[in-house]
């Protein structure tokens, strides 16, 4: 079975049956031979309600705060094209992280500047370090973070953003990507942050939680003025008829119950994964945090091992070739060595994943595949995705 884009194990484990017959039922085909409309203040609204959970604050997202993109990708380019010089300004990012801000970037004629997260500490950011930077160039104007990360699963602290947002000099724009949010606890996302600082951008996508990659809908929270500029960048017409209808079915409140009991079912599978996964000969630690619906596991040289990119990369190949479980390769990224991003699935995808996990790392070991052969090798075979 395919795997859908950003999702690692068989189908987006969000995704239902009833959900899609749901949506199907929403939107008059008789509309087509019109324009859309290009401001989608009702799906705005919804949104804003939707993430008006008075958590972080008081005061509430109205659609002035939102852009509305094709996915987040079309959020992240924007942002690029509405705050940098070409040739000129620059980003900077925490890698391990999602490797779409640095390729937008590239397009752009951006340079990236990298501070890493803290390896050592669970992959967390480090904002001292993130200002020391910030105020040696003035030339990084965007500051791209993701929570949870991509591969990390883990949220970013508030402590730790609020560092970064009350840099003394530094006058640039905080991203906050929260593609994954809808599978951290209730109440983390800091979209209505943005009514509190001005220059605080939060992106997310109804691709992961509401498993809707399909209609491409991302949608960014932001201050006023920001977002004027970034509607005003937009192309009249960027967000079909169809996509606004199906996004708007999805905000009723009959889909967010079935989104809601969704998410619980995958919650309940990510702890199983991470009783289970640990009991199979060659799985290492569990890496990062708990925070999305995937895990990052580290695969070893042998049973009770270290972490080793060669089997790692053998096990992800195995896997997606020759039976059918397409898990993300990432032992090329910072820190990340010997780790597999494994999505989590439905109880009988989970169950299935399991069963060739254990098989196929036998049959690796048997074979001796742990042993011969360099990591550099394994690095330079391994292909670059960036979903």
Known sequence: MPASKGESLFVNGSTNSAIQEELTTVFNLKGLNRYPDPHQLDLKQLLCSFRNTHTHTSRSLSPDNLFIGVG???????????????????ILTCPPTYGMYAVSAQVNDIEVVKVPLDIANSYALQPDAINEVLSQDPAIKLFYACSPGNPTANLVEKNALIKVLEHPTWNGIVVLDEAYIDFASEGSSLAEWVTEWPNLVVMQTLSKGFGLAGIRLGAV???????????????????????????????????????????????????????????????????????????????????????????????????????GVVVRFRGKELGCEGCLRITVGTEEEVGRMLVEFQQTLGKIYSEGEGASSSEEMAREKANDVIA
């Open 72 to 90: 987040s990708d079309e959020a992240i380019d924007a942002l690029l094209r509405c705050f940098c010089r070409p040739g000129i300004d620059k």
């Open 221 to 323: 929270f932001t201050s006023p003025p920001i977002a004027r500029l970034l509607n005003s960048l937009k192309a009249p017409y960027n967000i079909s008829s169809p996509t606004s209808a199906l996004a708007i079915s999805a905000l009723s409140p009959k889909s967010l119950g079935v989104m809601r009991a969704h998410r619980a079912q995958i919650l309940t599978q990510r702890q199983r994964m991470l009783a289970e996964l640990p009991q199979i000969p060659g799985i290492g630690r569990h890496r990062g945090g708990q925070d999305a619906n995937f895990l990052l596991m580290e695969i070893l040289d042998k049973p009770g091992g270290r972490p080793c990119n060669k089997v790692a990369l053998a096990l992800y190949e195995e896997l997606a070739e020759k039976r």
